[in-house]
Structures are given as structure tokens and as C-alpha cells.
């Protein structure tokens, strides 16, 4: 009696992948970020979610969504007709992102990890935050995410470009006096580059800050 070949089946190592500023991350296993070639490692990977970086998104309150226009969105978000439109609904903020992904980005996930979910970057700023006043940043080499939380609650994410240490300085401030939070203590997630002479400034500024560095996310410097 002959023995066949049996295959066996590989259990790939599961990741997500981040697409920031053009260059692409995925986690390793102990959740630190390192680059790689998109490709590359959907073949290697099990891709649980694309996070995707642009400017291209806005939010919708799921209240408001039914009696929004897909035209009245797509033009809040990019009016762009080279984007491939997204709605990723978020319970936990009660609200629809609505983003634009570049098609040929998007056909590429597609084709090469068709299990895997894409989402814009802002979502991993929006997890739930159970905190009565939290605020989360996420730096990069000219990219400045920011998002505030109040009672748990969302109140704004926001992507911002930025040139100099005086940029992120100034949108920072922006959004603490948005949020309220200037005569406030309240926590601060600091995540990506480490900025030192930002965070610096902002130790002075709010000395009573409670603040955090996730340090695995500095892909600069990992």
C-alpha cells in the first residue's frame, strides 16, 4: 500500500500593518513597529487590519448618516474621484468614519490579503478611553494626530501637517483649549516619534500632566 504526501498546513503569524506617511509598518511580536514591504508581509502574515494614513476622512454621527448624501460625504471627506470611499461604522463613538482610500492601494490589500480590514489611521486613535479627561497623539515626521476624550467620550480626532516643533506645539494647545482641559488635570498617550523637545514643553506647559509613552510605537527609533 502506498503513503501519500500529506500536506501541512501553515498557521501564519497574525499582525496588522500600519501605512503611515507613505512607508509601510507592520507589529512584531512583542508589538513593536518595523518596516517592511507591503507585499511582503501579506505573504508572510496573517493580516488582521490595514491602518491606512491620509487626509482624507471625516466623521458622521450614526444619527445623521441616513439622511446624508453619498455626494455631501464624499465631499466633506476629499472630493477626490481617485479614491476608493469607505464607511467604517464605530459603535463605541456612535459614529461612521467615512474615508478615501487610493484605489491601487486598495485593490492591492484586496488582492494580496482579502481577509484583512483597512481602515483610516484616525480609528487607532479611537478606542475606548475609560478616563475622565485623556488626550492621544500620535507623532510622525510631518504628521500630527491628536484626539481628545471627555467622560469617555470622544470629542475630536484630527490629523495635522506639520514643519516644526512650534507646529505641533500650537495645534496641541489647540485642541487642550478645545477640549477644555487647560485649567485641568488629564492624561496624555504619547505615541511615535519621541519629540523630546516637545514633550518637554509640554511637561512645562501642564505640569500636572499625567503622561505616557508608548515607546514601542517609535518606529524611528526601535
Not at 458622521?60 to 441616513?66: C, D, F, G, T
Not at 478615501?100 to 486598495?106: D, F, T
Not at 485593490?107 to 481577509?115: D, F, G, L, R
Request: glycine share 4%; charged share 25%.
Amino acid at each position: 500500500m502506498g503513503i501519500g504526501n500529506k500536506s501541512k498546513s501553515v498557521t501564519l503569524q497574525k499582525t496588522n500593518i500600519y501605512i503611515f506617511e507613505s512607508k509601510c509598518f507592520f507589529l512584531t511580536e512583542i508589538g513593536f513597529w518595523k518596516e517592511g514591504v507591503l507585499e511582503n508581509i501579506m505573504k508572510k502574515f496573517e493580516v488582521d487590519c490595514v491602518y491606512i494614513d491620509n487626509p482624507y476622512f471625516t466623521i458622521i454621527p450614526l444619527e445623521i448618516w441616513n439622511y446624508t448624501s453619498e455626494k455631501y460625504k464624499k465631499e466633506v471627506a476629499a472630493n477626490n474621484k481617485n479614491l476608493q470611499y469607505i464607511a467604517s461604522k464605530n459603535n463605541s463613538i456612535e459614529s461612521y468614519i467615512y474615508w478615501g482610500n487610493a484605489i491601487e492601494v486598495h485593490k492591492k490589500i484586496q488582492n494580496n490579503s482579502p481577509q484583512s480590514t483597512i481602515k483610516h489611521f484616525s480609528e487607532s486613535m479611537i478606542g475606548f478611553i475609560n478616563k475622565s479627561k485623556n488626550l492621544k497623539i500620535f507623532h510622525g515626521d510631518k504628521t500630527l494626530y491628536i484626539s481628545s476624550f471627555s467622560d469617555g467620550k470622544l470629542t475630536l480626532v484630527n490629523r495635522f501637517n506639520v514643519e516644526s516643533m512650534d507646529d505641533s506645539l500650537y495645534y496641541f494647545l489647540s485642541v487642550v483649549k478645545e477640549s477644555n482641559f487647560i485649567a485641568h488635570e488629564f492624561n496624555l498617550e504619547y505615541m511615535g516619534i519621541e519629540k523630546k523637545p516637545l514633550i518637554s514643553k509640554i511637561k512645562e506647559l501642564f505640569p500636572r500632566v499625567k503622561f505616557s509613552f508608548l515607546k514601542e510605537t517609535d518606529y524611528k527609533n526601535n
